[in-house]
């Protein structure tokens, strides 16, 4: 149980920004822990993924890893991209 809330704890926002693009913006925050985050649901609405109604709606941009590896975006996404983390992870403001 304290790991749980410890784990809670360090991902707790202490920062939060606006990353611009080309005219395209993402949110991206900063954890307690100093792990820095690009809004998965933000880059899904910038790219204009969208999920398949019959799938729930949105999914808190757990859909994104999936699109990035499609053998259609091979030729055009950098090898380094298969070495990022798109690990999903919760984030929260306060009220733990």
């Known amino acids: 149980m304290k ?3 410890e784990n809670r704890e360090n ?3 202490t920062h939060e920004g606006i990353l611009e693009f080309g005219g395209i913006t993402v ?18 609405e910038a790219l204009k993924i969208r999920e398949k109604p019959e799938e ?3 999914r808190g941009g757990y859909i994104l890893p999936t ?4 053998k259609a975006l091979k030729p055009f996404v ?6 990022a983390k798109l690990n999903p992870r919760k984030c929260y403001r306060g009220g733990i």
């Open 67 to 70: 699109f990035l590896q499609s």
């Open 56 to 58: 729930g709606g949105k």
């Open 11 to 13: 991902s707790e926002i």
């Open 3 to 5: 790991n749980q809330k």
């Open 27 to 44: 949110p991206c925050f900063v954890l307690k822990d100093g792990t820095r985050i690009i809004s998965g649901r933000g880059i899904q």
């Open 78 to 83: 950098d090898g380094k991209l298969e070495m």
